[in-house]
Nanobody
Framework: QVHLVESGGGLVQAGGSLRLSCAASGRTFSSYAMGWFRQAPGKEREFVAAISWSGGNTQYSDSVKGRCTISRDNAKNTVYLQMSSLKPEDTAVYYC?????????????????????WGQGTQVSVSS
């Protein structure tokens, strides 16, 4: 069983920054790609960013590219999402997730169905 715990969310003004963290336990963290997704009220959960098991490859949604950076510290079993230039439309619950495939292709997935463990989420609210 994998346990993922997000932290770092909060209320921030537009243009501000936040760093989200996700601490993992339960299986070899360094063997799995990790992703961040978000869900706004009344909307589907959508992909934000993902990072390969090694940290060598990353992917971003078009909506956050250039404003967010995903990273991981395999020694700390933690994945991060640094967000800057935040906009009101970034307001959502942010979830981290662990890919189901050990090592996988080396290229992190954007697809929700490729992730088998999810955290409880952390709320990010951006005021205008």
């Amino acid at each position: 069983q994998v346990h993922l715990v997000e932290s770092g969310g909060g209320l921030v003004q537009a243009g501000g920054s936040l760093r989200l963290s996700c601490a993992a336990s339960g299986r070899t963290f360094s063997s799995y790609a990790m992703g961040w997704f978000r869900q706004a009220p009344g909307k589907e959960r959508e992909f934000v960013a993902a990072i390969s098991w090694s940290g060598g490859n990353t992917q971003y949604s078009d909506s956050v590219k250039g404003r967010c950076t995903i990273s991981r510290d395999n020694a700390k079993n933690t994945v991060y999402l640094q967000m800057s230039s935040l906009k009101p439309e970034d307001t959502a619950v942010y979830y981290c997730a662990s890919d189901s495939a050990r090592y996988g292709s080396g290229w992190p997935s954007r697809q929700r169905n490729d992730y088998d463990y999810w955290g409880q989420g952390t709320q990010v609210s951006v005021s205008s």
